[in-house]
């Protein structure tokens, strides 16, 4: 039990190291396009930033390739898909975390340099403005984004390798369903859906919000858990 214990952590810790390398670059791009837009052209970016989209589809793109990037080698090793799930999991739970920290000191850094230089924050809503608190919320809410997208991602990534691409579009449709209903619950932290399925006033705040985010997740989890316990690695 201990030696399987210790294999996912060494794997999930491998895991997350290749991605914080993407992360990294990501954060790199994503700064010099702030800088870029805000000094040169002088575009007021609203809420692109504090939405978090950028980083959301980021996360969805590396839940994708987990199957086919990571799965499809690691298996082929003589990972065992349980170490594998459980690996992928406390590395994607850890880049959550992680690119919400290194997101949200980039967007007070950029707030900060704004003020000193009298220049108006170019989105609506500055984290800055409320203090620790508002850093903790969104700091907090950008880590939920972040799994959250990676688990659906991962979820398609899963849908196209084992029913091909047929079935594989169900899996699109089903994570339209799914960023919808997390829009429903949380607001534009959610807002990259291509279509929003539900009206406005339907939307759920509070405890109950988040108590059906947990479960969303914990069914993302099982659902992924089964495909990946099922799944017939390709020999190529």
Same mark, same amino acid.
């Given at each position: &039990?201990?030696?399987?214990?210790?294999?996912?952590?060494?794997?999930?810790?491998?895991? +997350?190291?290749?991605?914080?390398?993407?992360?990294a670059?990501f954060?790199? $791009?994503?700064?010099? $396009?702030?800088?870029? %837009? #805000?000094f040169?052209?002088g575009?007021?970016?609203?809420?692109?930033? *504090?939405?978090?989209?950028?980083?959301?589809?980021? &996360?969805?793109?590396? !839940?994708? %390739?987990?199957?086919?990037?990571?799965?499809?080698?690691?298996?082929?090793?003589g @990972? #065992?898909?349980?170490n594998?799930?459980?690996?992928?999991?406390?590395a994607?739970?850890?880049?959550?975390?992680?690119?919400a920290?290194?997101?949200?000191? &980039?967007?007070?850094?950029?707030?900060?340099?704004?003020?000193?230089?009298?220049?108006? *924050?170019?989105?609506?809503?500055?984290?800055?403005?409320?203090?620790?608190?508002?850093?903790?919320?969104?700091?907090? #809410?950008?880590?939920? =984004?972040?799994?959250?997208?990676?688990?659906?991602?991962?979820?398609?990534?899963?849908?196209?390798?084992?029913?091909?691409?047929? *079935? !594989?579009?169900?899996?699109?449709?089903?994570?339209?369903?799914?960023?919808?209903? +997390?829009?429903?619950?949380?607001?534009?932290?959610?807002?990259?859906?291509? *279509?929003?399925?539900?009206?406005?006033?339907? &939307? @759920?705040?509070?405890?109950?919000?988040?108590?059906? =985010?947990?479960?969303?997740?914990?069914?993302?989890?099982?659902?992924?858990?089964?495909?990946?316990?099922?799944?017939?690695?390709?020999?190529?």
């Open positions: &039990m201990n030696q399987t214990i210790t294999r996912s952590k060494k794997l999930g810790w491998g895991l +997350l190291s290749e991605q914080l390398k993407w992360a670059w954060l790199v $791009i994503m700064f010099i $396009i702030l800088i870029g %837009l #805000t040169i052209a575009i007021q970016l609203e809420d692109f930033l *504090i939405s978090n989209n950028a980083s959301a589809i980021f &996360m969805l793109i590396v !839940g994708i %390739l987990y199957t086919y990037g990571f799965l499809d080698y690691y298996v082929k090793f @990972i #065992t898909r349980k594998f799930f459980k690996a992928a999991l406390f994607s739970v850890l880049l959550s975390i992680v690119l920290f290194f997101f949200v000191l &980039m967007v007070l850094l950029l707030e900060g340099v704004f003020s000193l230089i009298g220049i108006p *924050i170019p989105w609506t809503e500055g984290i800055s403005e409320n203090g620790i608190l508002s850093a903790l919320t969104s700091f907090s #809410t950008f880590t939920i =984004t972040h799994f959250a997208y990676f688990l659906i991602g991962w979820l398609i990534g899963l849908g196209f390798y084992r029913f091909l691409w047929k *079935i !594989g579009l169900l899996f699109v449709a089903a994570s339209v369903v799914l960023v919808s209903l +997390l829009e429903l619950l949380h607001g534009s932290l959610f807002s990259t859906a291509p *279509i929003s399925l539900f009206p406005d006033a339907w &939307m @759920i705040t509070g405890f109950p919000a988040y108590l059906i =985010t947990a479960l969303l997740f914990l069914a993302l989890i099982t659902v992924n858990y089964r495909l990946v316990k099922d799944v017939t690695i390709r020999l190529h």
